[in-house]
């Protein structure tokens, strides 16, 4: 509780109106709005269409997140996904735990509980790429203030909409024939 | 597997020279094996042609088409061939000459990478 009383004191109401967190506009909104766009772009571009923009929208977002944290707040490496996943728990995108990480790659495993993923009940298949590309886009960060020349994709073995307890995420530098080992 | 797919595009290549690019390509904008043109983001176009496909795979089954097979962009300056090789993998040709051949080529290529 003390967790979700410091988010409320880092929220601003900017001179214009805007909702600022930590010098973001941000939107409050309900997590079905978000299934919603996802889900509305399945019905009419298809999943990977969907699923594609989607990933590109979270890894710009993580990437951006990223970069905010290491040029404002000097927060760096490992400790720049741990905030990442922290705020995103408090903001109620599910409940985050690394299971592990290792800067060195730069690969990182994700366990999210009471995922947004819940949305789609049974869907029969992983639908966080919004996550799979925030995960990919902070190891993508840290890869490249690192000198490391890797391309970062993230998988998602594991998804509550696909009956699994838990969703897993799994960001590492891709390799030929990875993605196919889901 | 990435020796396989390589395998695959040089044969496709072999077998139809006039085929200015091919590649094998994954929707979160990887390029499995063959090439696409330097002078463009490949990142964008792969993920963008995966879209494409999703797209056009919809609208078949909206109309009740079944399957997609394969999708045929005519650009005034080329032709774009795509077509789906398994859930989320899919094949794009770049060609000037021949589309119609080079268009069931594709669909072959990308039939034998499903198996």
Excluded at chain 1, 68 to 77: L, N, P, Y
Excluded at chain 1, 100 to 110: L, Q, T
Excluded at chain 1, 147 to 161: F, M, Q, S
């Amino acid at each position: 509780m003390d967790e979700l009383k410091d988010l409320i004191m880092r929220l601003k109401i900017d001179e214009e109106g805007r909702l600022v967190l930590d010098g973001y506009p941000m939107i409050l909104t309900t997590r079905n709005y978000i299934a919603f766009i996802q889900q509305s772009a399945e019905e009419v571009l298809g999943v990977n269409a969907a699923r594609t923009v989607m990933y590109r929208a979270g890894f710009k977002s993580g990437y951006m997140f990223a970069q905010h944290q290491s040029d404002i707040f000097k927060v760096k490496g490992g400790d720049i996904l741990k905030k990442y996943l922290h705020d995103a728990s408090l903001r109620g995108w599910g409940n985050f735990t690394i299971v592990s990480f290792d800067s060195s790659i730069p690969r990182a495993e994700v366990r999210i509980d009471a995922s947004i993923a819940e949305e789609w009940k049974d869907a029969g298949r992983s639908v966080c790429h919004s996550w799979r590309g925030g995960i990919a886009g902070i190891l993508q960060f840290i890869a490249d203030t690192s000198g490391l020349d890797v391309r970062i994709v993230a998988r998602e073995p594991k998804c509550i909409a696909k009956g699994d307890p838990y969703c897993l995420i799994i960001g590492e530098p891709y390799r030929h024939g990875k993605v196919e080992e889901e | 597997m990435k020796g396989d797919f390589e395998y695959f595009i040089r044969e496709f290549k072999r077998s139809y020279p006039w085929v200015e690019y091919v590649a094998v390509v994954e929707p979160d904008g990887m390029v499995l094996a063959g090439e696409l043109p330097e002078d463009v983001s490949v990142d964008d176009v792969v993920s963008t042609g995966s879209a494409f496909l999703s797209v056009a795979s919809k609208l078949s089954n909206m109309l009740k088409m079944g399957k997609i097979m394969v999708s045929v962009v005519e650009s005034a300056d080329g032709t774009i061939i795509a077509s789906s090789a398994g859930n989320e993998r899919a094949v794009i040709a770049l060609t000037k000459e021949k589309p119609s051949l080079t268009a069931m080529a594709v669909k072959k290529l990308a039939l034998e990478l499903t198996r």
